[in-house]
């Protein structure tokens, strides 16, 4: 059997398993067996593919029947312009998240040394992505899962920022250290009722603790920004990505905690997505 015919024999039988995207999941599921890039496997269609190579892939493809996120079973994903490994302990990187660096970004001068803290870093995409882009700049991730820091930290050695970013296994609510210039923070912010309603994929694999905002969607947001309010200097900027419904409960949140909202951004479905905002006092 040769690429061609086991990428539509695998294309073939995610369709019949109502998979999305069947053709790039399958080419990224042989990528990964045969250890080549995607492009390589699709310039080389007639290659011929080993016998164990064949169940191992079909054991892949078993697994992304059941609706596991292609992310975990090649474990990886491409976030802003670099690659992240990622396990079922951390939520997979979104595109829309990316909102989070572009805004960043442009309250952290190239030549300048800035405090940042990240809340509930996950995969560290968000803090490494920043630190690649900003090297001068201090960092600081913090996430309450021990499992998320141990990726989070392999990320960073993966990108050569071990001894950039200091990772710590806390909860925010007990966290003192202050004077932050600018704090970033994607908190899980999904209500109970529309976290049952998420596709399979996402609901049934993975991490609830980086999903659940609780019953209202607001307990994370609203502990990330009381928290804010104690760890950043006066001038200091905020920089949250929220649900799409939760812009104007958000910017309540801020105001009555002497912050001054800056922009409110649109992620890549047009839809409220990240603020930003600034400690008057």
């Not at 970004?105 to 990240?118: A, M, Q, T």
């Not at 710590?168 to 932050?180: F, G, M, Q, T």
Request: aromatic share 8%; net charge positive.
């Amino acid at each position: 059997m040769n690429y061609h015919e086991i990428l539509k024999e695998g294309t073939n039988y995610l369709k019949k398993n109502n998979i999305k995207n069947p053709n790039l999941d399958t080419e990224l599921l042989l990528s990964k067996i045969i250890n080549k890039k995607r492009e390589e496997v699709l310039l080389n269609i007639y290659d011929k593919v080993k016998n164990k190579e064949i169940e191992e892939f079909k054991y892949y493809l078993s697994r992304r029947k059941k609706k596991e996120p292609i992310a975990y079973i090649i474990g990886y994903k491409y976030f802003w312009r670099h690659k992240f490994l990622t396990d079922k302990s951390v939520l997979i990187p979104r595109p829309d998240t990316e909102l989070i660096i572009e805004e960043t970004l442009n309250y952290l001068p190239v030549d300048k040394s800035r405090k940042i803290l990240d809340i509930g870093t996950g995969s560290g995409c968000i803090i490494i992505s920043l630190i690649k882009e900003r090297p001068k700049c201090n960092a600081t991730a913090l996430d309450i899962s021990l499992k998320a820091i141990k990726v989070a930290k392999t990320n960073a050695k993966l990108h050569q920022l071990e001894n950039k970013i200091n990772f710590i296994n806390i909860d925010i609510d007990k966290y003192k250290s202050s004077n932050y210039d600018l704090i970033i923070s994607n908190p899980p912010y999904i209500n109970s009722i529309d976290l049952n309603r998420l596709e399979d994929d996402i609901k049934s694999h993975e991490p609830k603790l980086a999903l659940s905002g609780g019953s209202d969607g607001f307990r994370n947001i609203n502990k990330v920004i009381i928290k804010s309010k104690k760890l950043l200097k006066i001038n200091g900027k905020l920089i949250l990505e929220i649900g799409h419904k939760q812009k104007n409960q958000t910017i309540k949140m801020l105001k009555k905690n002497n912050f001054y909202i800056n922009k409110i951004s649109k992620d890549l479905s047009k839809k409220d997505r990240c603020i930003i905002s600034t400690k008057l006092q």
